[in-house]
C-alpha cells in the first residue's frame, strides 16, 4: 500500500530520533576509555606511527570513512581489508601502530583472526564496537563503546542507528586529536589543497582583491567629491581609498558617502573637499590573511566594501562583497 505523505514524513522522523537516540547513549557511555585511548593515538602519532582501520559489512565502510577523516586531519591512517590481511595485506603493519577493529556485535570471525595477528605484529588494538563484553572487546589493548539501544530499521535488520553511532564516535576521537594536537587552519589546508574547501582554506585577501588601476586611491588634500566619484567609476568600485603622509589610509569614500554629500554639501559639493564627507576609520583587512576573514568582516559589520593594507597600513588593493561568491569562499 503506498504510503501517504504524512506517513513518510512521520517515518523519516521517526528514524532520526532513534539514531539521535543512540547519539545520546553514546555519549552517556563516555569515560576514561576513551581518555586512554586518545593518549594512546597521541603518544603513536608523536612517534611517527599510524592508524590501522578495519572492518567488515557496514562497519569496513564506516572504517574508510575514518581512515579519510584521520588523514585529513594530519593523522597518518590506512584501511585493511581483513580478508585481504590473511593474504599479503599485513605487511603495512608496524610495530607501535594502532590498529581500530570495527564491529558492533564484537564477534565478527574476520575481526577475531585479526587480533592476535596484530599482536604477533606488535600492534596496539582498539574494539571499536557496541558490545563491551564481546570477544573482540575483551581481546583488544583499548575500548571505545558506543550504544544504539535500537535500529531505525522498521524490520530491525538493517544497520542504521548502530553505524550512526559507530561513526560519530570515531569523529569525535579525530576532533578530540585534532584539537589536543593543535592542528591549525593551515595545517588542515596542507592536506586539503584542492577543490571548494581548499580554495577557502588557502587563499589569502592579496590573491582575491583588486589591485592597481581596479583599487582607486587618492590622497585625502586636494581631492575634491568630483574627483574621488570619477575615480570610483572608472576603476568600476563602490569606494575609493584617501591617504595621508606616506601613504597610510585615512578613510574611504563610498557611494553612500557621496548620495549623503549630494543631500547635505549644497549646489556646489562636486567642487568641495572629500575630507568634509569621507568615512574615517573604516574597516580594513591586511592583505596577508586568509581570505575567510575578509568574509567574517563582510558578515559581522554589514558592509559593502573592504581595503585591504599592506604592514605599513597602506590601501593595496580592494574587495567588493559582490566578489566573494564568484571566488567560491561564501
Known amino acids: 500500500?503506498?504510503?501517504?505523505d504524512q506517513i513518510i514524513l512521520a517515518q523519516a522522523r521517526r528514524c532520526?530520533?532513534?539514531?539521535?537516540?543512540?547519539?545520546?547513549?553514546?555519549a552517556k557511555v563516555l569515560g576514561a576509555e576513551f581518555v586512554a585511548v586518545v593518549r594512546a593515538v597521541e603518544t603513536a602519532v608523536t612517534d611517527g606511527h599510524k592508524l590501522i582501520f578495519s572492518g567488515v559489512g557496514k562497519s569496513a565502510h564506516i572504517a574508510e570513512k575514518l581512515t579519510g577523516t584521520f588523514n585529513s586531519t594530519g593523522v597518518p591512517s590506512c584501511f585493511l581489508d581483513p580478508t585481504q590481511a590473511l593474504h599479503g595485506d599485513l605487511g603495512l603493519c608496524a610495530a607501535g601502530d594502532i590498529a581500530v577493529l570495527l564491529s558492533y556485535s564484537g564477534a565478527s570471525e574476520e575481526m577475531l583472526k585479526l587480533l592476535p595477528l596484530f599482536e604477533k605484529f606488535g600492534l596496539k588494538t582498539v574494539a571499536l564496537t557496541g558490545s563491551p563484553e564481546s570477544e573482540i572487546a575483551r581481546g583488544a589493548d583499548f575500548r571505545l563503546i558506543y550504544s544504539a539501544p535500537r535500529e531505525a530499521c522498521p524490520l530491525a535488520l538493517a544497520p542504521t542507528a548502530s553505524t550512526t553511532a559507530a561513526l560519530a564516535l570515531g569523529d569525535a576521537l579525530?576532533?578530540?586529536?585534532?584539537?589536543s594536537r593543535g592542528l591549525t587552519r593551515d595545517d588542515f589546508a596542507k592536506f586539503h589543497p584542492a577543490g571548494t574547501l581548499g580554495m577557502t582554506l588557502l587563499l589569502r585577501v592579496k590573491d582575491i582583491m583588486r589591485k592597481d588601476d581596479a583599487c582607486p586611491i587618492l590622497p585625502?588634500?586636494?581631492?575634491?567629491?568630483?574627483?574621488?566619484?570619477f575615480a570610483m567609476t572608472r576603476a568600476k568600485t563602490g569606494a575609493v581609498a584617501l591617504t595621508g603622509a606616506k601613504?597610510?589610509?585615512?578613510?574611504?569614500f563610498t557611494d553612500g558617502d557621496f548620495r549623503r554629500s549630494a543631500l547635505t554639501g549644497g549646489t556646489d559639493f562636486l567642487k568641495k573637499p572629500v575630507a568634509g564627507f569621507m568615512t574615517r576609520g573604516p574597516r580594513t583587512v591586511a592583505a596577508d590573511?586568509?581570505?575567510?576573514?575578509?568574509?567574517?568582516?563582510?558578515?559581522?559589520?554589514?558592509?559593502?566594501?573592504?581595503?585591504?593594507?599592506?604592514?605599513?597600513?597602506r590601501p593595496v588593493g580592494y574587495i567588493d562583497v559582490q566578489d566573494l561568491p564568484?571566488?567560491?569562499i561564501l
Request: aromatic share 4%.
Open 247 to 252: 601613504g597610510v589610509l585615512t578613510g574611504i
Open 220 to 229: 585625502e588634500k586636494k581631492t575634491t567629491v568630483q574627483a574621488a566619484i
Open 174 to 179: 579525530a576532533m578530540v586529536l585534532l584539537e
Open 326 to 328: 564568484k571566488l567560491h
Open 289 to 313: 590573511v586568509l581570505a575567510v576573514e575578509a568574509l567574517k568582516l563582510f558578515q559581522q559589520f554589514k558592509i559593502s566594501d573592504l581595503f585591504a593594507l599592506d604592514a605599513k597600513k
Open 16 to 26: 532520526l530520533a532513534i539514531e539521535r537516540e543512540a547519539l545520546a547513549a553514546t
Open 1 to 4: 500500500m503506498p504510503l501517504t
